[in-house]
């Protein structure tokens, strides 16, 4: 096969840089104090991995390459942090839920009556479903935001409609 056809070096081409959470434009990145430690902890990693790149001067292609998708990520953390309005949800009232809220929900009418199901609201850096964590501007955490306890709320889970009624609200670091 002639050289001709063959691709020499991939260096040339541009990396492509993870983006991180969507914010829409315009909201503030709340966080809570827990998330605003995770965002830091990420900092601290990853400028030890740039370290480490920087210290390999075996391929420098690679070098090159590693580094400007971690100098990328830096910078996409950097302004995130500088962005960061910490929420302590400490500080909230448990009347209402906001952002912080723990907030436990009973299916009234839908496909499943007497379904509950619990969730914290958080920053979207923090967001982690499988763990109970979701962001602020998610759509069910929208559609209880500002609901009270005992309130019934009518709510889109995926396609279809659902009647809910907020059993508890609670506060606590998360």
């Given at each position: 096969?002639?050289?001709?056809?063959?691709?020499?070096?991939?260096?040339?081409e541009a990396p492509i840089i993870p983006p991180r959470a969507a914010l829409p434009v315009g909201t503030p990145n709340y966080v809570t104090p827990h998330g605003l430690e995770q965002l830091r902890q990420e900092l601290v990693g990853l400028e030890a991995e740039r370290a480490q790149v920087e210290a390999n001067r075996e391929n420098e292609a690679d070098r090159t390459r590693l580094l400007t998708v971690l100098n990328g990520r830096l910078s996409a953390l950097n302004a995130r942090l500088a962005s960061a309005k910490v929420?302590?949800?400490?500080?909230?009232?448990?009347?209402?839920?906001?952002?912080?809220?723990?907030?436990?929900?009973?299916?009234?009418?839908?496909?499943?009556?007497?379904?509950?199901?619990?969730f914290t609201l958080v920053g979207v850096d923090e967001?982690?479903?499988?763990?109970?964590k979701v962001a602020f501007i998610a759509p069910i955490a929208r559609a209880v935001q500002g609901a009270r306890l005992g309130q019934v709320l009518t709510i889109r889970v995926g396609a279809k409609e659902e009647e809910v009624?907020?059993?508890?609200?609670?506060?606590?670091?998360s």
């Amino acid at each position: 096969m002639s050289r001709a056809f063959a691709k020499e070096d991939d260096s040339l081409e541009a990396p492509i840089i993870p983006p991180r959470a969507a914010l829409p434009v315009g909201t503030p990145n709340y966080v809570t104090p827990h998330g605003l430690e995770q965002l830091r902890q990420e900092l601290v990693g990853l400028e030890a991995e740039r370290a480490q790149v920087e210290a390999n001067r075996e391929n420098e292609a690679d070098r090159t390459r590693l580094l400007t998708v971690l100098n990328g990520r830096l910078s996409a953390l950097n302004a995130r942090l500088a962005s960061a309005k910490v929420v302590d949800p400490r500080g909230q009232t448990a009347q209402e839920v906001r952002f912080g809220a723990t907030v436990r929900l009973r299916t009234r009418r839908g496909d499943k009556p007497g379904l509950e199901r619990t969730f914290t609201l958080v920053g979207v850096d923090e967001a982690a479903v499988a763990e109970g964590k979701v962001a602020f501007i998610a759509p069910i955490a929208r559609a209880v935001q500002g609901a009270r306890l005992g309130q019934v709320l009518t709510i889109r889970v995926g396609a279809k409609e659902e009647e809910v009624e907020v059993l508890e609200i609670s506060y606590k670091e998360s």
